[in-house]
């Protein structure tokens, strides 16, 4: 869900879902379950992280453990935006596939056929969540969400969780239409948007919180402070990996009990996957790994559908 830090506006999105489309048709009917046989190639699609820069090793020891356990292959597909993932899931030839909480509901409730799996956490015994920020460069003169009526504000894209659809509740709130009110850019990713917001190309902008406070720092992006934060959201429930429904209901089983019972941190290095915990790598800088998540969690999307009315919701 992170990507460059150069702008990508919303129009990308059509060549994102034909060439996903295109590039797991390529797959040779390999993720075809037709006959009743079990397919011996799983198609796994997501958005590559800022730090990885594609998905095979942001999600490495995910794609190993799957393998391994499951003994089959699975084929990766890189999309620049969530749309591509939802469209791929519901042309039949994606199988499993990392989404943001709002796309995941979009994908559900638009009849793709996702299935919410796992999320990922720090501690087993927390549930899986964070917070979208509403930012703006350290010197501007924006002190809070209710400034940002007339300026130009970068989000990340129509179905990003934080990076839209929260944030628009909040402008909604502050009496700004998210559209209308204001000049919105689509910048594809939370880094373009805060790299974008901290360079001056967007007075102000919406990502989520690590990105914001961790990942761009470490990464050497951004320094503490170049970003003030004027605005939170509640907290938003975490980013679910789900499966296709169109999958037998015993190889989603085995592929539920695969990211909630192995991939996490103890299990990988227990069984030889990593060296040492310190050393063990899982997206979104996990400290722990998956719990398992269920479709209620994500009812507070829809709440705040039922509040933005955004068009990119699922009636």
């Not at 590039?23 to 040779?28: I, K, N, R, V, W």
């Not at 902008?205 to 970003?227: C, K, N, P, R």
Request: proline share 5%; aromatic share 6%.
């Amino acid at each position: 869900m992170h990507r460059t830090s150069s702008l990508r506006l919303a129009p990308v999105a059509g060549a994102a879902v034909a060439a996903l489309l295109l590039a797991a048709c390529s797959a040779d009917g390999s993720n075809d379950t037709a006959g009743g046989d079990e397919p011996d190639t799983l198609v796994f699609a997501s958005i590559p992280s800022e730090e990885a820069s594609n998905i095979a090793l942001d999600n490495e020891h995910i794609i190993a453990v799957l393998e391994d356990e499951l003994d089959v292959t699975i084929e990766t597909q890189e999309a620049t935006d969530y749309a591509a993932v939802i469209e791929g899931m519901r042309a039949d030839q994606v199988d499993i596939a990392a989404f943001g909480p709002f796309s995941y509901v979009t994908a559900h409730d638009g009849d793709a056929g996702a299935e919410p799996v796992a999320a990922l956490v720090d501690d087993p015994q927390e549930e899986p969540g964070y917070v979208s920020y509403g930012i703006v460069a350290d010197d501007s003169d924006i002190q809070s969400i209710e400034d940002f009526a007339g300026q130009q504000v970068c989000f990340v894209d129509r179905t990003s969780t934080s990076g839209f659809l929260y944030p628009s509740a909040g402008l909604l709130e502050a009496g700004i239409d998210p559209l209308e009110d204001v000049e919105p850019v689509f910048a594809g990713g939370h880094d373009a948007s805060a790299l974008s917001t901290a360079g001056g190309d967007c007075d102000a902008g919406f990502a989520y919180d690590t990105m914001v406070d961790v990942e761009l720092v470490e990464s050497g992006q951004l320094s503490d402070g170049d970003l003030r934060v004027v605005w939170e959201s509640p907290v938003i429930p975490g980013s679910p990996y789900a499966v296709s429904d169109r999958l037998s209901q015993d190889l989603r089983d085995k592929i539920t009990e695969v990211f909630t019972d192995k991939l996490n941190i103890p299990w990988l290095v227990e069984n030889g996957y990593c060296d040492s915990e310190e050393d063990c790598t899982l997206p979104e800088d996990s400290g722990y790994g998956f719990v398992a998540v269920d479709d209620d969690l994500y009812q507070g999307i829809r709440d705040v559908c039922e509040v933005t009315r955004s068009e990119s919701c699922i009636e």
